[in-house]
């Protein structure tokens, strides 16, 4: 298994996505099968994927900081926003 290296945020929200699943499933899910399950997804939709590295707004550099973060956007079309917090 190869270990890579998270922020902050990004490791609060997989604890969220995380907490959502065994909320609403009553099953544990580890962080490595969310990512999993999230890279599976994602690749069947890498057409939309690719598409957002492609646009000038997929990635935005924080310029105090030199941050990169993508804007807040689903990737799939339609899905509802349920917050989790």
Known sequence: MTSIALDEQTERRLDKLRAAVRRRTGQPISRAELLERLVEDAYG?????????????????????????????????????????
């Open 45 to 85: 939709s890498r057409d939309e994927v690719v598409a957002m590295f492609r646009t000038s707004q997929a990635y935005v550099a924080d310029e105090d900081s030199g941050t990169v973060h993508r804007p807040e956007r689903k990737l799939v079309p339609g899905g509802a926003e349920q917050p989790d917090e």
